[in-house]
């Protein structure tokens, strides 16, 4: 059983224009063209087309999508780890609608707001698109479940984590220590198992270097050392770290 291209746009709420697109750069092509030109769809398309809708949601661009798609031939494998995020992301959803009705409940009875009741919910998704270029989308999706799956305490400790590390990156470029040294050298090998523990991330030398040299040409990065000169110790320190 098959159907024609007008019937699937409006089922999956897109338009026969996108589908066309899909199809003619090899994402979506038809199970048959019909003798009146019209494009026809069988199950197994209407089950690629849902994965393609899928990802995106996610925010996805085609050939990243095209890429994850042809890497997993498996549908059914494919959908249920859709399904797992898709969970995933309506337990976060949960949380961020729990987190706003609370700040109103508390504005309408004038009580103080707790921060951490207010951000319950809110990820990290500042830099997805970056990763998803630099990485892939599979890196981005796995760091993003990993993150998603964390209760509220487990990503305060993480944060808390986080944040120690790049105190004590900053206060050991202000106070000169050799990036070569024990104290420096200490601090590198925690910067790398905190890559190390992020699922998602690539591993290796060229991995963690070329993350040192981002740090000092992305001022975003760099604040986090507390400037450039900052971030120019922490690329020493790990450029030693592989010596």
Same mark, same amino acid.
């Given at each position: ?7 699937? /746009?409006?089922? !999956?709420?897109?338009?026969?224009? #996108?589908?066309?697109?899909?199809? @003619?750069?090899? &994402? &979506? ?36 999508? %095209? ?10 494998? *494919?959908?249920? +780890?859709? &399904?797992? =995020? ?8 949960? =949380?961020?609608? !729990? ?8 504005? =309408? ?7 951490? +009741? ?18 892939? *989308?599979? %890196?981005?999706?796995?760091? +993003?479940?990993?993150? #998603? ?10 944060? *808390?984590?986080? #944040?120690?590390?790049?105190? @004590?990156?900053?206060? %050991? ?12 050298? $200490? ?9 190390? $523990? ?18 000092? $040409? +992305?001022?975003?990065? !760099? ?5 450039? #000169? ?6 020493? *320190?790990?450029? /030693?770290?592989? %010596?």
């Amino acid at each position: 059983m098959d159907w024609p291209i007008t019937d699937i /746009a409006k089922l !999956a709420g897109t338009t026969s224009r #996108t589908l066309r697109h899909y199809g @003619d750069v090899g &994402l &979506l092509p038809p199970s048959r063209i019909g003798g009146n030109g019209y494009r026809y769809y069988d199950e197994r398309a209407l089950t690629r087309l849902q994965r393609i809708l899928l990802l995106r949601d996610l925010g996805l661009g085609l050939p990243a999508i %095209a890429e994850i798609i042809d890497r997993q031939t498996d549908d059914e494998i *494919a959908l249920r +780890d859709h &399904l797992t =995020r898709l969970h995933e992301e309506q337990q976060r959803l949960d =949380r961020q609608i !729990a987190s706003v009705e609370l700040t109103i409940e508390k504005l =309408r009875g004038g009580e103080q707001l707790m921060a951490e +009741d207010m951000f319950n919910g809110f990820d990290h998704t500042e830099y997805k698109q970056e990763v998803v270029e630099r990485w892939g *989308a599979d %890196a981005y999706a796995r760091s +993003d479940a990993w993150w #998603t799956s964390m209760s509220s305490d487990e990503q305060s400790a993480w944060k *808390a984590r986080l #944040t120690k590390l790049n105190t @004590d990156w900053a206060d %050991a470029a202000n106070r000169g220590i050799d990036p070569s040294g024990i104290e420096a050298q $200490a601090l590198a090998t925690r910067h790398v198992e905190w890559l190390a $523990a992020i699922p998602g991330t690539p591993q290796g030398q060229d991995y963690v270097l070329g993350l040192g040299e981002m740090y000092v $040409a +992305d001022e975003r990065f !760099a604040k986090n050392y507390g400037g450039t #000169t900052g971030a120019e110790f922490v690329r020493d *320190a790990l450029l /030693a770290y592989y %010596a």
